[in-house]
């Protein structure tokens, strides 16, 4: 499992260099794009496969068989470290299902280099690779995922990104940081809050995105869990001030609610 640049040719490793050189066969999800790294390199030239999600299934099991006769086998990406949001899963399987050597060459990985000079609190982190491109469900897991404390890490596409950062406003005042063309000529970071964000961002952008939101024990800090449920108590009952709650200060609901149920019943008294 080689990785390779998710950019700049010259991030490629000695070793990964010095593996593909030495394998039989390299599985490729693009051979054109793989075609000009070999070439940057000086590859002194060996088999070429394609192995991308729509042919998979039929050649994962024929590269086991050449495995156990004694070929050496490279699995590329596109770009960055193999499998991250890329096919091979299945060939991965396989191999060790069958007994096989299965070797990890590391190197650039789009999430660890935008995480790498991430301003804002950003550990733990929790990755959920493409956010869906269906705008009710890609909207119902950020508010999923917004309600854990974790830091939260998404790839996003140059033509939904716009979309994903105005759901984000509107579900969480977190801040973020916005990754583009990372180690490219034209590379890019904007941070702020998601309507700071969307403000400086082009209306068609070009290039896919890594999308690193603060952990929510940061957001805690700025907004006072007891001082928010109290507030929104005024006007709501206690599960949708629970649920505002926990948006706002990046909690969990169930924590947001016991404090609502809480605070409520105090309030009742208060009022008696």
Same mark, same amino acid.
């Given at each position: 499992?080689?990785?390779?640049?998710? +950019?700049?040719?010259?991030?490629?490793?000695? !070793? =990964?260099?010095?593996? @593909?050189?030495?394998? #039989?066969?390299?599985?490729?999800? &693009?051979?054109?794009?793989?075609?000009?790294?070999?070439? $940057?390199?000086? $590859?002194? +030239?060996?088999?070429?496969?394609?192995?991308?999600?729509?042919?998979?299934?039929?050649?994962?099991?024929? @590269?086991?068989?050449?495995?156990?006769? =004694?070929?050496?086998?490279? %699995?590329?990406?596109?770009? =960055?470290?193999?499998?991250?949001?890329?096919?091979?899963?299945?060939?991965?399987?396989?191999?060790?299902?069958?007994?096989?050597?299965?070797?990890?060459?590391? #190197?650039?990985?789009?999430?660890?280099?935008?995480?790498?000079?991430?301003?804002?609190?950003?550990?733990?982190?929790?990755?959920? =690779?493409?956010?869906?491109?269906?705008?009710? %469900?890609?909207?119902?897991?950020?508010? $999923?995922?917004?309600?854990?404390?974790?830091? @939260?890490?998404?790839?996003?596409?140059? $033509? !939904?990104?716009?979309?994903? %950062?105005?759901?984000?406003?509107?579900?969480?005042?977190?801040?973020?940081?916005?990754?583009?063309?990372?180690?490219?000529?034209?590379?890019?970071?904007?941070?702020?809050?998601?309507?700071?964000?969307?403000?400086?961002?082009?209306?068609?952008?070009? +290039?896919?995105?890594?999308?690193?939101?603060?952990?929510?024990?940061?957001?805690?800090?700025?907004?006072?869990?007891?001082?928010?449920?109290?507030?929104?108590?005024?006007? @709501?009952?206690?599960?949708?001030?629970?649920?505002?709650?926990?948006?706002?200060?990046?909690?969990?609901?169930?924590?947001?609610? &016991?404090?609502?149920?809480?605070?409520?019943?105090?309030? #009742?008294?208060?009022? !008696?």
């Amino acid at each position: 499992m080689v990785a390779t640049p998710i +950019g700049h040719l010259g991030d490629m490793s000695r !070793r =990964g260099i010095e593996t @593909l050189n030495h394998v #039989g066969v390299i599985a490729a999800e &693009d051979t054109r794009r793989t075609r000009v790294l070999l070439q $940057h390199i000086d $590859h002194a +030239g060996c088999e070429l496969l394609s192995v991308h999600e729509h042919n998979e299934e039929h050649i994962a099991p024929q @590269l086991i068989k050449r495995l156990q006769q =004694g070929t050496d086998i490279a %699995l590329v990406s596109d770009a =960055g470290t193999p499998l991250i949001n890329d096919p091979g899963y299945l060939l991965l399987q396989l191999a060790w299902q069958a007994g096989l050597r299965v070797v990890p060459v590391p #190197g650039a990985c789009s999430i660890t280099t935008a995480l790498s000079v991430c301003p804002i609190p950003c550990q733990p982190f929790r990755y959920v =690779g493409f956010l869906s491109g269906k705008p009710r %469900l890609r909207r119902s897991q950020l508010e $999923h995922w917004l309600m854990m404390p974790d830091a @939260l890490v998404f790839l996003e596409s140059p $033509h !939904r990104i716009r979309a994903a %950062l105005s759901d984000i406003a509107d579900l969480s005042p977190r801040q973020l940081m916005i990754g583009r063309e990372m180690t490219k000529q034209y590379e890019s970071f904007i941070t702020g809050s998601a309507k700071e964000v969307l403000a400086q961002l082009a209306e068609t952008p070009k +290039g896919e995105f890594v999308c690193v939101v603060e952990a929510a024990e940061s957001v805690t800090n700025r907004f006072d869990l007891t001082h928010v449920v109290t507030a929104l108590l005024q006007e @709501l009952a206690p599960t949708q001030a629970a649920k505002l709650a926990a948006q706002i200060c990046g909690v969990r609901k169930k924590e947001a609610y &016991d404090l609502a149920l809480q605070l409520s019943s105090g309030q #009742g008294r208060n009022e !008696r």
